[in-house]
């Protein structure tokens, strides 16, 4: 139930809201073509999408396009209370402020194939100060402008480009300027040879980790775990046999990030430890 609600608009859309929801509550997003940034000011909101949950504690933000069916805000403690502040990133607007000089975060990523959606925002100590700012506007809405606006949007961006999760983000909104779906397999044979875990495979693809398995032994017939080190293994055998790149930089390459358990995955593989592997094709 919203029992407080504060909206601020830039160019006749929506650009920053303050939020205050009376537990237990259900906040479906609409269908629509832009970017949002929430942030919580107090409580903790549970995020859902597919049939996964992300705890977003006091101090945390969340960020996500708004376009896909299937996302919700919930918290349903009855003693609760949560506020949030949302800001919303319309391509638009961004063009139009941005017209000659964007900032990396809004271009195009070069090769990164990925359907991510949203990502949790861990505690930033400059972006809940720059959201204390905002809140003098909110309880001062005759002192805002389409100046003053406008360098707030920018500074939330620089903000956002200097966390560590700015790659991510970069991605995510470039879905509102280039809306490219692509396939499961083009995720997972992007990704493949990547340090990178099923966690973070599953956030790719837009899914569950739950969901994630399914899809993949549908489409593999295989755990993706057990696939993906036997293809990473194959790789490795491959590199070893035609290259004179060390052992460590092998391993690296093909995604392993520890030499010791590359080193005992190639052992149970093939047998042979990585060296003998490639003294043994050389004679």
Do not use: W
């Amino acid at each position: 139930m919203v029992i407080d609600y504060k909206k601020i608009e830039l160019y006749g859309k929506p650009l920053m809201q303050k939020v205050v929801l009376k537990t237990p509550f259900e906040f479906e997003f609409p269908v629509s073509d832009y970017a949002c940034f929430l942030f919580s000011l107090q409580g903790e909101m549970y995020f859902h999408i597919d049939d996964d949950q992300v705890i977003v504690p006091t101090n945390y933000s969340l960020f996500l396009n708004c376009f896909d069916n299937g996302k919700k805000i919930t918290n349903s403690n009855a003693e609760a209370r949560n506020e949030l502040v949302v800001i919303s990133f319309h391509p638009d607007i961004l063009k139009k402020i941005y017209e000659k000089d964007p900032p990396f975060i809004l271009q195009q990523p070069i090769n990164r194939i990925s359907n991510q959606s949203s990502e949790k925002i861990n505690n930033d100590f400059l972006i809940q100060k720059y959201i204390e700012g905002l809140l003098f506007y909110f309880e001062n809405p005759s002192l805002v402008n389409d100046e003053i606006l406008i360098l707030k949007l920018k500074e939330i961006v620089l903000l956002l480009s200097q966390t560590r999760n700015a790659s991510i983000i970069q991605t995510i909104l470039s879905q509102l300027f280039s809306p490219v779906a692509y396939t499961f397999k083009q995720v997972i044979e992007a990704h493949i040879f990547s340090p990178v875990s099923i966690d973070d495979l599953a956030r790719k693809t837009n899914l569950s980790v739950s969901s994630f398995k399914r899809e993949f032994a549908k489409h593999y017939d295989d755990s993706p775990a057990n696939y993906i080190k036997n293809k990473r293994l194959e790789r490795a055998a491959e590199l070893l046999f035609a290259t004179d790149n060390r052992i460590t930089d092998i391993a690296f390459e093909c995604g392993f990030n520890d030499l010791a358990n590359f080193t005992k995955s190639f052992h149970d593989k093939y047998n042979v430890a990585p060296s003998s592997y490639r003294g043994k094709n050389e004679r």
